[in-house]
């Protein structure tokens, strides 16, 4: 079992960057480590993962705007949001577990998860 501890999100306008941290308990080369989020009335989403091989994938509406990293000397896992949209709102999540490729999009395939950190894009 691993402790995730997301930092503070916060409250941005449309096109702007925010990066999120998630500080990890265990080793980060231990697990896949991924972000999900969640909007009100809204299902928890895949929003990208990094697997232990270092290969990183993403949920199709962050591709290209979105990059996952991790600092294993900081035992963090960062998402870098940029250009963000009104529709990146929500509970941003940050995830471990061992992942199989098929199914890494589930979050019944992660076993521990932080307490959520709220992003909100607003004009």
């Known amino acids: 079992q691993v402790q995730l501890v997301e930092s503070r999100g916060g409250l941005v306008q449309p096109g702007a960057s925010l990066r999120l941290s998630c500080v990890v308990s265990g080793s980060t080369s231990a697990y896949d480590m991924g972000w999900f989020r969640q909007a009100p009335g809204k299902e928890r989403e895949f929003v990208a993962v990094r697997r232990r091989n270092n290969a990183k994938y993403y949920g199709d509406s962050v591709k290209g705007r979105f990059t996952i990293s991790v600092d294993s000397a900081k035992n963090t896992v960062d998402l870098q949001m940029n250009s963000l949209k009104f529709e990146d709102s929500g509970l941003y999540y940050c995830?471990?577990?061992?992942?199989?490729?098929?199914?890494?999009?589930?979050?019944?395939?992660?076993?521990?998860w932080g307490q959520g950190t709220q992003v909100t894009v607003s004009s």
């Open positions: 995830a471990a577990g061992s992942i199989i490729y098929s199914t890494m999009e589930r979050t019944e395939s992660y076993t521990d």
